[in-house]
């Protein structure tokens, strides 16, 4: 990766966008180019005072009820699963462990 290579993924970079293996060889390449790593700092800036002026757009009734329903639906189901997990748990020593202890004995 050189300059221009690094140059191209300083905004997904700071935005968290990229993948593992070229976020390895972005930081690889900030450690060794001071240039770079300078040139990314003001991206950085830039990138940040976007965000801020971007304006905060409201979310739609509608959709946030629907997610937050999505998101109740999924948190019933995924501790009515522990909870089957658990049973199943104390289910299988109960039947198991008297069998344990009478080979131990
Ligand atoms: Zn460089």
Same mark, same amino acid.
């Given at each position: 990766? &050189?300059?221009?290579? *690094?140059? !191209? +993924? $300083?905004? %997904?970079? +700071?935005?968290?966008?990229?993948?593992?293996? !070229?976020?390895?060889?972005? &930081?690889?390449? @900030? !450690?060794?180019? #001071? *240039?770079? =790593?300078? *040139? @990314?700092? =003001?991206?950085? /800036?830039?990138?940040?005072?976007?965000?801020?002026? +971007? %304006? /905060?757009?409201?979310? %739609?009734? !509608?959709?946030?009820?629907?997610?937050?329903?999505?998101?109740?639906?999924? #948190?019933? +189901?995924?501790?009515?699963?522990?909870? /089957?997990?658990?049973?199943? #748990?104390?289910? $299988?020593? /109960?039947? $198991?462990? %008297?069998?344990?202890?009478? *080979? @131990?004995?």
């Amino acid at each position: 990766m &050189d300059c221009r290579d *690094a140059e !191209e +993924l $300083f905004v %997904p970079y +700071l935005l968290g966008t990229i993948d593992e293996r !070229e976020r390895r060889l972005m &930081d690889s390449r @900030l !450690e060794s180019c #001071g *240039a770079c =790593s300078v *040139a @990314l700092h =003001s991206d950085d /800036q830039t990138v940040a005072s976007f965000a801020f002026e +971007l %304006p /905060q757009l409201e979310v %739609p009734c !509608e959709v946030s009820r629907k997610l937050f329903k999505r998101v109740e639906r999924y #948190g019933r +189901l995924a501790s009515r699963i522990i909870m /089957q997990a658990e049973a199943f #748990g104390r289910g $299988f020593s /109960q039947a $198991f462990m %008297p069998h344990v202890a009478k *080979a @131990l004995a």
